[in-house]
């Protein structure tokens, strides 16, 4: 059932070239959303003050402090629901009935959720004009499912299986290139092949370890019954900085999510909905 209905949403994308077209828009905004929350790391990272938030609401906040902000805002909303309209897409493209198909279904569906959330916390700003409150989507469900015996349980859960996904995408997406398979690179230089490589390896290592220290402290809090422990992004990336090593790694994470952003749009012509 599930290659029937693969094949028939192919055939569809197939006969409706602009849906590709909205998937690439939706591509260059989920680096342009990584390059900020690396800008903001780096400076953390550095050990300068920052009141923007290393995060994907600090992002939509960065965006909207500009001058054409609600514009560009705007802009970044469309390409978000456009994104994750293409991950939709992407879990019903997905052929198969094995564990490793299901993973990859469950994973685009949340990877949807996710981003269509971060596009309504677009336009919602873009209409008010107010920025996102500070503490972002993460802390605010994982301090909420903290407050019942169940909720804390799901959440322990919830950070353990985000550190798995941090070790899978440091060790099967860095390490072993595994984003390379859905790229196309006919007609590509070595050296514009390289270059998304590279990039790629560095952003993926760096989302990694983020989504790992996510995990870490979201397991903790869980485990410890304590609100305050539950960080997002900004306060995950805000404690590792705590020491002259840690700076480092949060420099070094900020690095890495630039570096997706350029992956991003350097790997835009490569890309292409899963089949």
């Known amino acids: 059932m599930s290659d029937e209905v693969a094949a028939a949403v192919q055939e569809t994308v197939d006969r409706q070239p602009w849906i590709e077209t909205a998937a690439s828009v939706g591509w260059l905004a989920k680096g342009a959303v990584y390059a900020l929350m690396g800008l903001t790391a780096v400076t953390i990272g550095r050990g300068h003050q920052s009141d923007d938030q290393a995060s994907p609401e600090g992002a939509v906040a960065q965006v909207l402090s500009n001058p054409a902000g609600k514009f560009l805002l705007g802009v970044l909303a469309v390409g978000l629901v456009m994104y994750s309209a293409w ?48 503490s972002n989507t993460v802390e605010r469900l994982s301090k909420s499912m903290l407050e019942t015996t169940i909720g804390r349980w799901l959440l322990f859960i919830v950070g353990l299986v985000a550190i798995i996904v941090g070790l899978y995408f440091i060790v099967d997406k860095g390490v072993r290139k595994s984003f390379l398979k859905e790229l196309r690179f006919e007609g590509a230089s070595k050296r514009e092949r390289d270059l998304v490589t590279i990039s790629g390896v560095i952003g993926w290592v760096g989302r990694g370890f983020v989504t790992l220290a996510i995990g870490f402290f979201i397991s903790k809090a869980a485990w410890e019954f304590d609100r305050d422990d539950a960080r997002g992004f900004d306060r995950a990336l805000r404690e590792v900085a705590t020491t002259d090593i840690g700076r480092n790694v949060v420099l070094a994470a900020g690095v890495a999510f630039i570096a997706y952003g350029v992956f991003c749009i350097l790997s835009l012509r490569h890309q292409e909905l899963d089949s």
Not at 109 to 119: G, K, P
Not at 121 to 128: G, I, K, P
């Open 87 to 134: 991950r939709l897409l992407s879990a019903a493209l997905v052929r198969g009935t094995d564990l490793d198909a299901w993973l990859h279904r469950i994973g685009y569906l949340f990877s949807a959720a996710f981003y269509a959330v971060l596009a309504f916390t677009a336009f919602r700003s873009v209409v008010s004009g107010v920025k996102p409150e500070d």
